[in-house]
């Protein structure tokens, strides 16, 4: 079946620092990645749909200054959570489609931050 | 009113119990119905996806979708403790009028006790 990796899988960092994310379709080409956040207890919400190549799109109320999405490949994504703050704390979550009419997502393992 | 409603639960069964698991939701443009399992801090894996109305059998799992009603279930037969989880019900319209974003309810955590 089609595998999505993540790393870190977690990150402690300090208030004000930028932290990267990666997510990678290890055995298909991802034409679209998504990014999610997750909080204790509730479901998942999506932050920003990337397609490779492109510019993100961000969903209402995500900044995009804050939270930075390169695409540079079908396998790979990144997100970059800038000057992160003790509330950026969170789930973090990828996802990948194989692309065509049955787009199935499927997640990576998630990357749990915690900033100080 | 949200998209997509799911009781978060939690829900606990002795193992062997049969599991109803359900979603309501409002947009009738979704057609594409999938849920997903989610264990403690890790991603959700795709356990069914249904197209349209109708049941679908893989193994223990029964999907049933309803769309006149907009509801959805997830049946477990023979509920194993390995089967305790988060299950989200996802949908989405897959259409180039209805989009293609994928809606998740928020969850229903599953304890199957030994």
């Known amino acids: 079946g089609a595998v999505v990796s993540q790393h870190p899988s977690r990150v402690i960092c300090k208030s004000g620092t930028s932290v990267k994310i990666e997510c990678r379709s290890l055995d298909f080409q991802a034409t679209t990645m998504f990014w999610y956040r997750q909080f204790p207890k509730q479901s998942l919400m999506l932050m920003a749909t990337?397609?490779?190549?492109?510019?993100?799109?961000?969903e209402q109320g995500v900044e995009k200054d804050k939270f930075l999405i390169n695409h540079a490949s079908l396998t790979l994504s990144t997100l970059t959570v800038t000057s992160a703050h003790p509330e950026d704390s969170s789930f973090y979550i990828c996802?990948?489609?194989?692309?065509?009419?049955?787009?199935?997502?499927?997640f990576g393992p998630g990357t749990r931050l915690l900033v100080l | 009113q949200k998209e997509v409603e799911q009781d978060p639960g939690p829900l606990s069964v002795p193992e062997g119990a049969i599991v109803s698991l359900n979603c309501t939701y409002s947009n009738s443009a979704f057609q594409y119905f999938m849920w997903y399992r989610q264990y403690s801090r890790k991603g959700p894996e795709l356990l069914m996806y249904?197209?349209?109305?109708g049941n679908k059998e893989d193994g223990r799992f029964t999907a049933q979708v309803d769309k006149s009603s907009k509801y959805i279930s997830l049946f477990i037969r023979d509920s194993q403790p390995s089967d305790s989880a988060t299950y989200l019900c996802a949908m989405s319209p897959r259409s180039n009028t209805g989009g293609f974003k994928t809606i998740f309810g928020a969850g229903t955590r599953l304890f199957v006790k030994a």
């Open positions: 249904t197209y349209s109305s």
């Open positions: 996802s990948a489609t194989t692309g065509g009419f049955e787009e199935t997502q499927y």
């Open positions: 990337s397609n490779e190549g492109s510019k993100a799109t961000y």
